[in-house]
């Protein structure tokens, strides 16, 4: 016969504690639930659970409660304006993700096109890992759609987009690309993380999947690392399957802050958008600057594009075009360096789309897996400098760079 509680060894009461009753009224926050195990009522619900019979939870390396409330609510804002319902899938980081989209669509002798101008892990896992087992890849200029075009081949099983390219700030046409993409019996997935739900949602657009890297823009600041892929529950179950085989998955504390930055993110991105663009027009006559690339500027060659898949704002006029400004200064990689360190205001520091407005010289950094070559056929130059604009002033943050910029010193001829 079985002991009562108070019977119990002191080790065994210590162990098998009081569980909280129900909550009878909703929390306005989601919990955070920070168990890797969970009990069942018998050894049948445990194996229903585990072959997909029944709904529920065993093991935080499948499924979490918090990690799950996170991915639905990007699947909300991501698929807010479709007719279907939307799935999405959390993951440990945005490489996670990344590898696991071409770990899902991809095996040997499969060819995946992808923008020269690619995120550099995102290049480095296509060429160093994908490229070990068997995938193809080609970089080519997605916005040239003859490029493109002419490069699919039967074998194509990815056509890989980045909303806007970090850092070029490309801009891709994406309706144009899913075309494509659809008429090689490909998929069209697209890196957003550049450009979140606010700026743009490329499921509407005829994208298959939307991924982020949620450590940027969606959580807010830099403090929780994630990432987050959208799309049919078809094909985000798959993309599941494979999550749970390499352990990909995100962890309940981090799903808790990437959650929370949700109920922000508007607000954030709306103002980071608007300092951008104040930010980025009031650089670009400066003449230590070689050129500024950003898609609000009327110059910029996906400007237009921009406008037509970007969202216009409430108001209809006050369009968001991204919180990315990459700023190239006379003087190559010295120049560079020189004017990402003679900031104050902005810092040098990883990662991008948090409250801090962060610049890194990208070619040491972010594209460090690029050689010249490679640097070139993306269109960076060496001495480009990202900013990613967080939530300063705009006089603050266009004052300090023109003092660093004025520091530079020179003719524009001893410059170059």
């Not at 999405?88 to 060819?111: D, K, R």
């Amino acid at each position: 016969m079985a002991s009562e509680p108070s019977e119990r060894g002191e080790n065994t009461r210590a162990v098998h504690l009081p569980v909280p009753p129900p909550l009878a009224q909703q929390p306005l926050a989601v919990p955070v639930y920070r168990s890797a195990a969970f009990a069942f009522g018998s050894s049948a619900e445990y194996a229903a659970l585990l072959n997909g019979s029944a709904a529920g939870y065993s093991y935080s390396r499948i499924d979490n409660p918090t990690a799950d409330s996170f991915a639905a609510s990007v699947a909300a804002l991501e698929a807010c304006q479709l007719p279907g319902p939307a799935a999405a899938q959390p993951f440990a980081s945005g490489m996670a993700v990344i590898s696991a989209v071409f770990w899902t669509f991809t095996e040997a002798g499969a060819h995946v096109l992808a923008p020269a101008a690619v995120y550099g892990g995102t290049y480095g896992f296509l060429r160093d890992v994908a490229g070990k087992f068997g995938v193809r890849t080609d970089f080519v200029d997605v916005t040239d759609l003859d490029q493109v075009r002419a490069a699919l081949r039967p074998e194509t099983r990815i056509v890989y987009a980045e909303t806007v390219a970090n850092p070029t700030t490309a801009v891709a046409d994406l309706p144009a690309l899913a075309e494509l993409a659809h008429q090689a019996g490909a998929l069209l997935v697209v890196d957003s993380t550049l450009a979140p739900p606010p700026v743009c949602r490329p499921l509407e657009h005829g994208a298959d999947l939307v991924l982020h890297s949620a450590t940027k823009y969606l959580g807010g600041h830099s403090d929780a690392t994630g990432g987050v892929v959208t799309g049919s529950p078809e094909l985000v179950a798959r993309i599941r399957a494979v999550r749970i085989d390499t352990g990909g998955s995100l962890a309940p504390d981090e799903a808790f802050l990437l959650r929370r930055g949700l109920e922000t993110l508007p607000l954030r991105v709306s103002r980071q958008c608007a300092t951008a663009l104040a930010f980025a027009s009031a650089v670009a006559g400066h003449p230590a600057v070689r050129r500024v690339d950003y898609p609000g500027l009327p110059g910029h060659p996906g400007h237009q594009v921009a406008r037509r898949l970007f969202d216009a704002g409430p108001d209809g006029q006050s369009y968001r075009f991204g919180a990315i400004v990459t700023v190239t200064p006379y003087g190559g990689r010295a120049g560079g360096y020189a004017l990402a360190d003679r900031l104050r205001v902005a810092q040098v520091a990883t990662s991008l789309g948090g409250t801090h407005t962060k610049v890194s010289h990208v070619a040491s950094t972010t594209h460090r897996q690029f050689d010249d070559a490679a640097l070139a056929a993306a269109g960076i130059d060496p001495g480009a400098v990202r900013f990613s604009v967080g939530l300063e002033d705009a006089a603050d943050l266009i004052a300090d760079a023109t003092q660093a910029l004025d520091a530079l010193g020179g003719t524009r001829e001893e410059r170059e």
